[in-house]
Nanobody, 124 residues
Framework: QVQLVESGGDSVQAGGSLKLSCAASEYTFRTKYMGWFRQAPGKEREGVAA????????YYADSVKGRFTISQDNAKSPVYLQMNSLKPEDTAMYYC?????????????????WGLGTQVTVSS
């Protein structure tokens, strides 16, 4: 069972930046795809960004393109989510996820491993 631990959530003002981190208990085929999802109160959990750890390919939701960057220093290191130009609508619980393969990375159902989340609050 893969365990994922997120950190870095905080309260910031609009326009500010945060960097989230996701540490995995293993970096194997089970964590070939790693991603970030978020869920605001009363809303569905949505995909934010994903990375294929074997080759570094990245994917982003349209709402965060140009503002957020997902990265990993090497295939055995934590995955980060650099969030710049934060907006109040970015306020949510942010979850790290991992999977062997995701045909559609933005679909929650394709990710079997999840962290407990880290809260990001952006005030106007």
């Amino acid at each position: 069972q893969v365990q994922l631990v997120e950190s870095g959530g905080d309260s910031v003002q609009a326009g500010g930046s945060l960097k989230l981190s996701c540490a995995a208990s293993e970096y194997t085929f089970r964590t070939k795809y790693m991603g970030w999802f978020r869920q605001a109160p009363g809303k569905e959990r949505e995909g934010v960004a994903a990375i294929i750890t074997s080759d570094g390919r990245t994917y982003y939701a349209d709402s965060v393109k140009g503002r957020f960057t997902i990265s990993q220093d090497n295939a055995k290191s934590p995955v980060y989510l650099q969030m710049n130009s934060l907006k109040p609508e970015d306020t949510a619980m942010y979850y790290c996820a991992a999977t062997v393969y995701a045909a559609d990375w933005s679909r929650r159902g394709g990710w079997p491993y999840w962290g407990l989340g880290t809260q990001v609050t952006v005030s106007s």
